[in-house]
């Protein structure tokens, strides 16, 4: 997919030498960018998937971890 996005002068330059750096393509780059800024800041995805593994294996208590606590 192409799009065009607006960069402040400075970002662009900065992502623009990095990717020099680790060559890699711009379209690489803001591509892997985006992605770890989505999964970084995709919490419910996190706390959904958490319930639905609770819900899956229920809430009571484990008898093994009883015993051990005991």
């Given at each position: 997919?192409?799009?065009a996005i607006s960069l402040p002068d400075?970002?662009?330059q900065a992502?623009?030498?990095h990717a020099q750096?680790?060559?890699k393509s711009r379209s690489q780059l803001y591509?892997?960018?985006v992605a770890e800024?989505?999964?970084r800041h995709a919490p419910?995805?996190?706390t959904e998937a958490m319930n639905q593994v609770i819900d899956e294996i229920?809430?009571?208590p484990d008898p093994f971890v009883q015993a051990a606590a005991q």
């Open positions: 997919m192409k799009t400075a970002v662009f992502a623009e030498r750096r680790t060559q591509a892997e960018a800024y989505l999964h419910d995805d996190v229920g809430t009571a």
